[in-house]
């Protein structure tokens, strides 16, 4: 589902290169929950964007859904972006100008012409907002959500698409530790039904759910533990 | 990405940001209503001084020679065969002489119900002119002919329009005279004339014959302060009186506009001279105008780029402000091409926004500018009764400028936003 093979990024200090990723192997399969660990700055991001297309500038080959990336024009790896995969970020990354329901509409009003009518795509995003327990909040804007709250409405939106990848980057970073457990066990149901599930984290409650755990340390992944999380 | 989803987002981010699109619409509109209230004024001011100043843009008026070698150059006397030959210029459809009738005609009393109006004792005296029917075929009333009656019948005569109205809105207030019923409805007045009679010492001709004259049209292309009759009728006048028979004037109808100049260098060429004293003053007037009119477009055409000035400043301020949001759009399936379309068109509906307003604002503007204008203005002749005109463009060019001109202004900013990097903003 997801596969890189000998990636490597580097970035542009002044006039050197500061490498990132040193020739990084990964395989994520259906129904699987990988948590990559690692100390700040150790690029673990890095690796998630360049995962998800967000990022193109890499060496090495990525595929997702059996497509690889770098081969992939903008207008595809857009769409491949749209409907396959889904993003969660630490900073929910909401816009601040549209409800909650609105913001879980966002992937279907992007789609290209023919896709659904509003309607019917408000209509799937309230029940994206009731699958993570967000009924009551559709009409309220993100500042008037909680922490968990804004994490759900993100999570909800990235399920809207029902993408077969989930990517996420620290998404207990800024939640309670109930929101936190909340996000996890929601995760681990995720990846229960199929959906390949890669997580960036630091903290070892995401770790614990998930079914293997890299370290990525100086640029290279090492497989840190195998086990079964104990929600999974 | 839809268009429909391309609307839909850019109406989200304008929703988003409404303080600071209501300032750029305002600013659109500032601009469009500058741009629909000159434009409007100049068009109406156009039109009321092409009322009160004719020119038809395809006559030429022909006259003779202020010193003239006669035939020997083929000029001189505006003849039959001057007429004819006149004719025959390349681009001209019609040759109309016309001719200024040398015997006095005056005016002893009041046509029949106008006593009232009529000073005791007065005579009026009336310059006369002959023109050939078919200058004035349209102006003539329904079931009116403008034909030489022959001897000793009733005239039929036309007069110009506009000096009902100069008698309507200038003489008839000053002598406390009541005004005239609209002109249509004075045709067929009679009025008893003296053929003949001169109340200039000297000028009196030995005979003087009573006759009567009947109003059957009004006419633009009759001279204000005159009466015309039919061109036979001051041809067998001027023979019965002993009068040359050399026309005045003859009045050329060039096929097209474009064919005037070419036609009176032709003219010329034959020895005569172009009367252009009527056509140079419609046009300082139409000049005066369009310079004026030209200075306030202007001036918003600069409103209005000052407009997607501050709409460019303003949405890349934005862009700037909302990277973030940009490479959220970015990560959930938007192209770079569908950003910069973003933020173009959310450029054009703040525009468009504006335009509308601007539009509707100046509409109203222009109403009350109107009534301002008609409750204190005096009722001079050819007033209009509106100082705007709304030609069916205008408000559609107060709707497209700013909406355009924001998306221009946009450009620069959604170029910048569809060179956001959503890993490296997001990261």
């Not at chain 1, 769409?79 to 970020?89: H, Q, S």
């Not at chain 2, 981010?13 to 100049?42: K, M, P």
């Not at chain 2, 008698?167 to 004339?193: F, H, N, Q």
């Amino acid at each position: 589902m997801i596969s890189l093979a000998g990636v490597e990024k580097s970035f542009r200090d002044g006039a050197h290169q500061l490498p990132v990723l040193r020739g990084v192997d990964l395989e994520v399969g259906p129904g699987e929950l990988v948590a990559i660990v690692g100390p700040s700055g150790s690029g673990k991001s890095t690796l998630l964007h360049v995962a998800g297309g967000l990022d193109r500038d890499y060496r090495g080959r990525i595929s997702v859904d059996g497509k690889d990336l770098s081969s992939l024009p903008a207008r595809e790896l857009a769409r491949l972006r749209n409907a396959t995969i889904g993003f969660v970020f630490q900073a929910f990354n909401l816009l601040p100008g549209l409800s909650a329901v609105e913001n879980v509409m966002l992937p279907g009003m992007l789609r290209e012409a023919g896709g659904e009518p509003p309607g019917a795509v408000r209509s799937r995003a309230v029940d994206a907002l009731i699958r993570v327990g967000l009924a009551g909040k559709a009409g309220a804007p993100p500042a008037r959500l909680s922490g968990g709250e804004r994490q759900r409405v993100a999570i909800a939106r990235a399920l809207f698409a029902r993408p077969r990848v989930l990517l996420a980057d620290e998404p207990t970073g800024n939640l309670d530790v109930t929101s936190g457990e909340e996000v996890i066990r929601l995760f681990a149901e995720l990846a229960g039904g199929g959906m390949a599930v890669l997580v960036v984290t630091h903290e070892e409650r995401v770790s614990r759910a998930a079914a293997r755990v890299l370290q990525l340390r100086e640029g290279r992944l090492d497989r840190l533990a195998t086990q079964l999380g104990e929600f999974s | 990405m839809s268009a429909r989803g391309l609307v839909w987002i850019a109406r989200a981010r304008i929703r988003a940001d409404r303080r600071g699109a209501l300032l750029d619409a305002a600013a659109a509109c500032a601009g469009a209503a500058a741009l629909v209230f000159f434009l409007a004024l100049g068009l109406g001011v156009s039109a009321a001084a092409r009322h009160m100043f004719p020119a038809e843009a395809r006559l030429v008026e022909v006259v003779p020679p202020a010193v003239s070698l006669g035939g020997l150059l083929g000029g001189g006397r505006l003849d039959d065969p001057a007429v004819a030959r006149l004719g025959a210029i390349p681009g001209v459809s019609a040759a109309w002489p016309r001719l200024m009738l040398r015997v006095p005609v005056a005016a002893p009393q009041a046509p029949p119900g106008m006593a009232s109006s009529w000073p005791p004792g007065m005579t009026l005296q009336i310059p006369v002119v002959g023109l050939a029917p078919g200058m004035v075929e349209k102006d003539v009333g329904a079931g009116q002919r403008f034909a030489d009656p022959g001897p000793g019948a009733t005239i039929p005569v036309l007069l110009s329009g506009r000096l009902l109205e100069v008698y309507d809105k200038t003489i008839a207030p000053a002598w406390s005279l009541p005004r005239l019923p609209p002109g249509v409805s004075l045709l067929g007045l009679e009025m008893p004339v003296r053929i003949g009679l001169s109340i200039v010492p000297g000028k009196q001709e030995r005979e003087v014959h009573d006759g009567r004259v009947r109003l059957v049209g009004l006419s633009d292309r009759v001279p204000m302060y005159v009466m015309a009759i039919p061109l036979e009728t001051a041809r067998r006048l001027h023979a019965d009186y002993g009068k040359d028979p050399w026309y005045s004037q003859v009045t050329l109808l060039a096929r097209r506009p474009d064919d005037v100049p070419a036609v009176a260098d032709a003219v010329r060429r034959m020895g005569f001279n172009v009367d252009e004293s009527e056509r140079a003053a419609a046009e300082r007037v139409g000049a005066v105008v369009s310079v004026t009119t030209g200075a306030l477009v202007f001036l918003a055409v600069v409103m209005c780029v000052l407009a997607a000035l501050a709409i460019a400043r303003s949405l890349s301020a934005s862009v700037r402000g909302r990277a973030r949001e940009i490479a959220i759009l970015q990560a959930l399936g938007a192209t770079p091409s569908d950003v910069h379309r973003v933020v173009l068109l959310e450029g054009g509906m703040i525009g468009l926004a504006g335009g509308i307003a601007g539009t509707l604002l100046a509409i109203a503007l222009s109403l009350a500018a109107d009534r301002l204008a008609l409750s204190t203005l005096p009722d001079f002749p050819f007033r209009p009764g509106t100082f705007f005109a709304f030609p069916p463009w205008l408000p559609a060019l107060g709707l497209v400028a700013p909406a355009l001109a924001a998306v221009l202004g946009a450009l620069a900013p959604a170029a910048a936003a569809a060179r956001i990097e959503p890993a490296r903003t997001l990261g």
